[in-house]
């Protein structure tokens, strides 16, 4: 059977599950049940995650052939998100909407079929979601352009997207609600790069163009509604908001483009808790801008401050918990600090004595199975490394799920004279030792005190801190 007739086979299952479930059964005004289904092509795991607002509502767990189907006997109109690991998107359901859908893993969000009554709404998002990633991949070259050229440019983009969703607007009956997302996926990304351009051209180019942009340049501004309480949790509209405050205070500090300067983000949360009212978008906004701050910032000397402010700003308790753990977790890495205490173990799944481990100075790099390019480009700048400063020690640490696929990637690895350990609680380490991307790397004193607790292995100077 051909690769096409394979992948038409799945689609014709999908969609032969989608008309069971989303025949013209008529529901009462009382009735919100609904389903979602599907099957993945190539799953990374054994279940797909169904969440709202970034809080799991349902495990759904795939059959033998991979498949899922899950009734829900009440569930809100309105945006929602599923994730198979690592991947999630975005899903809107309508009253007693039915949505099947298909994904090959392989080429996750391009493979995303969807099907069964409210089909319509989803293609489009996920239209408009393709279309807006191709212009991300080419934008950068635009922020090197004058102000004309570049205006030029992103308003010859935007016409292309109005297009599509006059297209899928004229042809589906939606409602005001869906709408509201509709127009945030087409204007949002329009209105992001707006706000971008001035310090990006800045930062690039070292040319202020602040002066130079047209009167009615941020009009955008006066039709954006930041308190819309349904696009609190939506990517573009966090996307957004975070451009427009670094935007706002690099005008005000004409021409200041430090994105995590203490001031600078003192600024945006005084700019946040003025300007907007809804408490959700606000505790939303407020706390993915601490959390990105705290997760760049390398100044640790002067984050109380800053937290205590956001904690000020912030009525979610559960926001505010999340930040708190963070900031603890910052406190423990401070140089001089022992490492905070986690189980390891060795590849002969003995357990991990730091005392006796460490003996000079060692950087521990953070590396994982399912990032695998990753895991070969850290293995193999570590050992180039090796070369050059014979004394000091590397030493990898999994963060994986899985002792025995980290086994067996270890195993595959040829001529490896990396000391090699496993995290036994993932999760745990990742929050005690503050890893939220990968390169992440620890160095340690010979006396095994931290010498420096935030440092990227891919950084063009991370040498200089084995100096």
């Not at 795939?62 to 569930?75: A, T």
């Not at 309508?94 to 969807?114: A, R, Y």
Request: hydrophobic content about 35%.
């Amino acid at each position: 059977m051909s690769k096409q007739l394979h992948f038409l086979t799945h689609i014709a299952s999908i969609i032969g599950l989608s008309l069971l479930v989303s025949c013209d059964t008529k529901h009462s005004k009382e009735d919100f049940s609904a389903y979602f289904g599907g099957e993945i092509i190539n799953p990374k795991s054994k279940f797909v995650l169904f969440l709202k607002d970034n809080e799991v509502l349902d495990t759904i767990y795939l059959d033998k052939d991979n498949r899922f189907l899950h009734k829900f006997d009440s569930l809100a109109p309105g945006l929602y998100t599923f994730k198979h690991y690592p991947e999630y998107q975005y899903i809107y359901y309508g009253k007693n909407d039915s949505l099947m859908l298909i994904i090959n893993t392989n080429d996750f969000d391009n493979s995303i079929v969807f099907c069964g009554r409210g089909h319509e709404k989803n293609n489009y998002l996920m239209e408009m979601f393709l279309a807006n990633e191709v212009d991300k991949s080419n934008v950068y070259d635009l922020y090197f352009r004058d102000s004309k050229d570049y205006i030029k440019s992103i308003d010859s983009s935007y016409i292309v997207k109005k297009k599509i969703y006059d297209k899928f607007k004229s042809k589906v009956d939606w409602d005001l609600s869906f709408d509201t997302i509709a127009l945030a996926s087409l204007n949002l990304p329009y209105y992001l790069k707006k706000e971008v351009y001035p310090y990006a051209h800045k930062f690039i180019t070292g040319k202020n163009v602040i002066n130079e942009l047209p009167k009615d340049y941020y009009k955008h501004r006066d039709v954006v509604d930041l308190d819309n309480a349904n696009l609190s949790n939506f990517y573009l509209y966090q996307k957004y908001t975070t451009a427009l405050l670094n935007n706002v205070v690099f005008t005000e500090k004409k021409g200041n483009i430090s994105e995590f300067d203490l001031e600078n983000n003192f600024d945006k949360l005084e700019i946040v808790n003025n300007f907007i009212k809804n408490k959700k978008n606000k505790n939303s906004v407020l706390h993915r801008m601490t959390y990105f701050y705290l997760m760049e910032n390398k100044n640790l000397d002067k984050t109380k401050d800053f937290v205590d402010k956001y904690l000020k700003y912030s009525s979610d308790k559960e926001m505010q918990n999340e930040i708190k753990e963070i900031y603890s977790s910052f406190e423990k890495l401070k140089v001089g600090n022992k490492l905070p205490k986690e189980e390891f173990l060795h590849k002969n799944n003995q357990p991990v004595n730091f005392e006796e481990l460490i003996k000079r100075q060692t950087v521990l790099f953070f590396i994982t199975t399912k990032a695998e390019s990753n895991f070969e480009a850290a293995h193999k700048k570590v050992n180039d490394l090796k070369l050059k400063y014979p004394k000091t020690d590397f030493i990898a640490v999994d963060l994986d799920d899985s002792i025995e696929k980290w086994h067996n990637k270890i195993d595959e690895m040829s001529e490896n004279n990396i000391t090699e350990i496993f995290a036994v609680n993932y999760e745990n380490t990742k929050k005690k030792f503050v890893i939220h991307k990968l390169g992440r790397t620890i160095i340690l004193n010979a006396d095994g005190t931290i010498k420096n607790a935030f440092v990227d292995l891919f950084d063009v100077n991370f040498e200089d801190n084995l100096k």
